[in-house]
C-alpha cells in the first residue's frame, strides 16, 4: 500500500447505541469515545419505559441487557461529553456514519460544534484504500479485525464503548499498515 499521511491527528472514535433503525423514533440509549491518545469517556442515556419498550425486537435482546450503568439525563451527557472533547476541536471518526453522526447532529445539533464540521467514516477510509467496508460489518467483523491482529473476544459487542475501542485499534493498525 502507498503511503497516507492523515490530515490531523486529533481524532476521536465514536459509537452510539440507539434504540431503532428508524431515525425518527431513534433514541440514544448510550455513547462511547475514545481519543487517539487512548482516553475514553462512556454514558448510558436515561430513557422512559415508553421509549424503551418501542426499542426494535433486535435492540431489545442485543442492547438493553449490557446497558448496566448510571442513566444521566441528555443535559448532563452534552456537559460531560463537551468535556471529554475538550476545546481543541478534534474529528470525530465513527463507522456506519449516517446513525452515529444523525444522533451526534440530534444531540448537539449542527451549529454548535465542539468538533470539527465533518464527522469522518471509517468505512470510507477502508474504501479508500482498497478494502471492502462490509468487512467491519457484524457478520464478519471478527475476522477482519484478526487480519489486522486484533483479538475480537476481548470487546463486548453491542457496546457503544467497546465498538469505539476497535474503531481505534482498527484505525491505528491500518495506518501502520500504509505508512
Known sequence: MRKITP???NLVFFDAEFTSLE???????SFGAVKLSGEEFYCEFAQSRETLETASDWVKENILPGLTAEKVSLSQAREQIARF??????YLVTYIYKYDAYHWYKLFGYDDHLTERIILDFASMLFAIGINPECHSAADRDGFLATLGIDATGYRKHCALADARILREAYLRLSEKVK
Open 7 to 9: 490530515a490531523s491527528d
Open 23 to 29: 431515525f425518527e423514533k431513534s433514541r440514544l440509549l
Open 85 to 90: 472533547i475538550g476545546p481543541n476541536k478534534p
